[in-house]
């Protein structure tokens, strides 16, 4: 499946289900940190803060 082919198919899933791809494409990425390079280990530290600040939001 291609990248744009997932992204869209984002929204017809439930909450769950989006939860479940986004913690296993981050589990995915901290188990590669070690290869990433500066730009990736920017991006990965602001999606960790994007997924921080949706948990939080929702135990609010």
Same mark, same amino acid.
């Given at each position: 499946? $291609?990248? /744009?082919? @997932?992204?869209?198919?984002?929204? !017809?899933? !439930?909450? !769950? *289900? +989006?939860?479940? @791809?986004? #913690? =296993?494409?981050? $589990?995915?990425?901290?188990?590669? /940190?070690? =290869?990433? %390079? &500066? *730009? #990736?280990? &920017?991006?990965?530290? %602001?999606? &960790?803060? #994007?997924? @921080? +600040?949706?948990? $939080?939001?929702?135990? *609010?």
């Amino acid at each position: 499946m $291609q990248i /744009k082919e @997932i992204l869209q198919a984002l929204p !017809s899933l !439930s909450i !769950s *289900d +989006r939860l479940k @791809i986004a #913690e =296993s494409a981050l $589990q995915l990425v901290l188990q590669e /940190k070690h =290869s990433l %390079t &500066k *730009d #990736e280990e &920017k991006r990965q530290l %602001t999606l &960790k803060n #994007e997924e @921080i +600040r949706y948990f $939080q939001q929702i135990a *609010d």
